[in-house]
């Protein structure tokens, strides 16, 4: 999981079967459990698709550049790895979090 780095924000695209059903930003810290599952305690909800069969995007951001970025990201393709149905796509880690992460911090 990478969180990308947008103009002073970590955003974090959610996925369901490589296409963008969520997406999170100021995502700056995450929490791994011992189920190995993440929460994001800062992160906030921009906006999340409602049908996959008939995508409704509902946009929740309240300032202009994280409602234009869930409007262009919200149900496109993104390339996933995962060893599950649901994904964090992977993007560019904020240098704060590569050391934490090469640590097995992260």
Known sequence: MRPRHRRGRHVLPVTLAGYVVALLTDVHTWEKDTRSRYTFPQA????HI???ATPTKVIIATNRPD???????????LPTRSGGA???ARTRMHPSHEAGERAGRG
């Open 44 to 47: 906030r909800l921009a906006g």
């Open 50 to 52: 409602t049908d996959l």
């Open 67 to 77: 409602r234009d970025l869930a409007e262009l990201l919200l149900g496109s393709r």
């Open 86 to 88: 649901i994904a964090y």
